[in-house]
Structure formats: C-alpha cells, structure tokens
T-cell receptor, first 113, second 116 residues
Framework: DAGITQSPRHKVTETGTPVTLRCHQTENHRYMYWYRQDPGHGLRLIHYSYGVKDTDKGEVSDGYSVSRSKTEDFLLTLESATSSQTSVYFC????????????FGPGTRLTVT | AQTVTQSQPEMSVQEAETVTLSCTYDTSESDYYLFWYKQPPSRQMILVIRQEAYKQQNATENRFSVNFQKAAKSFSLKISDSQLGDAAMYFCAYRSASGTASKLTFGTGTRLQVTL
C-alpha cells in the first residue's frame, strides 16, 4: 500500500457546477499525477505536479485545473463540470528513486448529469 | 509521441492453464520502462511487473513473466497456473526513462476471464 487516498470515492454532480477531487499521500513523494480512465482509452494524464506549487499539463487538461499547496495534497478541480468529464479519476504518486514506479490511489467515480 | 497498443480486448483462460496477453508499443527512444498493471473489479490499479528496456533478461514475478522483444517493440505478459483471482483488466504501460515527471502511456486494456 503506497499510502494514497482519494476523496470523495463517488460523486454525482450537475452540469455547470464546480467539483474538486482530493488526493492525499502519506509518504512525501515529490511527483503526483491525475489520470482519467474511460472505456476504450485506458488511462490518460490530466495534470501532474513536481513539487509544491509546481504543476504542468498532461494530454487531456482542458477543463481541469490543479493545485498543490502542500506536499501531501494534490487537488483536481473541474471549474464547470460537463457530461464529457464523467469518468473515473485516479491519482498516482511516483517513487523518488529509480525505476520511479507509479502507484495509484483507489480512484473516484464522477458522474456529471 | 509514444503509443501503446493492446489488440486483445478480451481473453479467457481456464483455471491452472497459461495465458499470454499481447502488447506492442511505438517509440523512438532507446531507454524506457514497460509495465503491466492489473485492475480487478475493485478498480484498484496494481503494478504486476516491470521491464527495463536496457535489460535483455525478461522480468519474472512469481506466476507472471514477460516476453520483451525490443526490436519488435513487443511486450507480452504470460500468466502461468491461472487462478480465479487473476480475473481483471490488464493494462500495458510505457514510461520514458529520460527526464523527470515522465507520464505513463497506457494501452486500452485486455479483460481476462478465468473459468473453472
């Protein structure tokens, strides 16, 4: 167990509302990632962080923002949720030593109606 | 950009038998890592096995082994003595070894069914 939790685990929200998903780690790893999982696509990177207040975009970042004010927390925000953002969201942390394996949280199922 | 292809959406194996899941990838890099992740119905992503591209020896973890063919850009997973608990989605993933904060690129997954 890599000490990663995600909250909430399930959420149903309406189109146009803001949503924030939280990822919390207990092991002070530098790199953290947000992925989304959709049928037929595997997991795709949304945003990642390489330190407090240091973040960058992934391949599917439109409509999402992130923040990292503490090493242990990485927040993903949907400013105005759309139905296309219905998905399962995974947070991952990366080991600080080679081979830098990534370990995943339990996931959050988000439904936008 | 790197791509990962899993051409078998679903596979089935009888308990105690052996099954091989296929994965191919495309990259222009020479140094990278390849992974297989397992996702059971609980949805948790579990790292099964890792292969470093610079190693010629195929990785093995208990009943799980890989056949890594670097020239062919092929990375298959063999599960021996299949058990009911092996039933899951399996994802192949690629990660560059250069730079930092290198993302994982995933295939679309293979759903493995294990029958009695």
């Amino acid at each position: 167990d890599a000490g990663i939790t995600q909250s909430p685990r399930h959420k149903v929200t309406e189109t146009g509302t803001p949503v924030t998903l939280r990822c919390h780690q207990t092991e002070n790893h530098r790199y953290m990632y947000w992925y989304r999982q959709d049928p037929g696509h595997g997991l795709r990177l949304i945003h990642y962080s390489y330190g407090v207040k240091d973040t960058d975009k992934g391949e599917v970042s439109d409509g999402y923002s992130v923040s990292r004010s503490k090493t242990e927390d990485f927040l993903l925000t949907l400013e105005s949720a759309t139905s296309s953002q219905t998905s399962v969201y995974f947070c991952a942390i990366e080991q600080d030593t080679l081979p830098n394996e990534q370990y995943f949280g339990p996931g959050t199922r988000l439904t936008v109606t | 950009a790197q791509t990962v292809t899993q051409s078998q959406p679903e596979m089935s194996v009888q308990e105690a038998e052996t099954v091989t899941l296929s994965c191919t990838y495309d990259t222009s890099e020479s140094d990278y890592y390849l992974f297989w992740y397992k996702q059971p119905p609980s949805r948790q992503m579990i790292l099964v096995i890792r292969q470093e591209a610079y190693k010629q020896q195929n990785a093995t973890e208990n009943r799980f082994s890989v056949n890594f063919q670097k020239a062919a850009k092929s990375f298959s997973l063999k599960i021996s003595d299949s058990q009911l608990g092996d039933a899951a989605m399996y994802f192949c993933a690629y990660r560059s070894a250069s730079g930092t904060a290198s993302k994982l690129t995933f295939g679309t997954g293979t759903r493995l069914q294990v029958t009695l």
